[in-house]
């Protein structure tokens, strides 16, 4: 094989992962740390009222602030593909009897795929993500950790015992109770 022909192989993408496994529904990550991660509803401010708005804002802040430890939100936005649900209609217009129920399922077929046409359609998922980090799995300085984004993980993941799990997991679990009560008071199901 000549040098132009030979392939680099890079480090695995598990190894820039930095979660080792999932044990009760935590995440447990490659350096001891814990994390729950809670699916959120969400709530569109321009339907409100303005007084309503005010207030969801103000609940908001009391709910950002109201925390010891730092929360990740996240949001997933992705394209919806509605064309098993425009199949589907299609297979109902076919077995339709009805003919007034078959014109009108025709006519919201085409005005799905017009509306389609015009504008995407997007799914969006809000989470948050609820950590915690033992003490002692903080060994690394701040240097340390910025400079660990640019390498691949080459430790092997601190193992945690069955009894230092259900302290850190108590301890997890009141955060995230937390977390779900000051989401509730914003109107937000967790």
């Known amino acids: 094989m000549t040098d132009a022909t030979k392939t680099i192989k890079g480090p ?105 046409t015009l504008s995407e359609i997007m799914v969006k998922r809000f989470y948050v993500v609820v950590p915690f980090d033992p003490i002692e799995s903080s060994k690394e300085g701040p240097l340390d950790k910025i400079s660990s984004l640019f390498r691949p993980m080459s430790k092997k993941p601190e193992e945690i015992d069955d009894e230092k799990f259900r302290g850190y997991q108590t301890q997890l679990l009141q955060r995230t109770e937390h977390t779900i009560l000051t989401l509730a008071h914003v109107g937000i199901r967790s």
Not at 44 to 51: G, R
Not at 67 to 89: C, G, M, N, T, V
Not at 106 to 116: G, Q, T
């Open 12 to 116: 695995a993408t598990q190894e820039f992962v930095d979660i080792d496994k999932i044990r009760d529904g935590i995440v447990i990550l490659k350096n001891g740390g814990l994390r729950m991660v809670l699916l959120c509803g969400s709530r569109n401010l321009e339907l409100e009222s303005i007084d309503s708005q005010s207030a969801i804002i103000g609940a908001y802040a009391d709910f950002i602030n109201s925390f010891e430890w730092p929360l990740q939100i996240l949001i997933h936005s992705r394209k919806l593909d509605i064309k098993p649900y425009l199949a589907s209609l299609e297979e109902r217009l076919k077995v339709q009897e009805n003919e007034l129920l078959k014109i009108q399922t025709a006519e919201y077929i085409d005005f799905m795929k017009s509306f389609v």
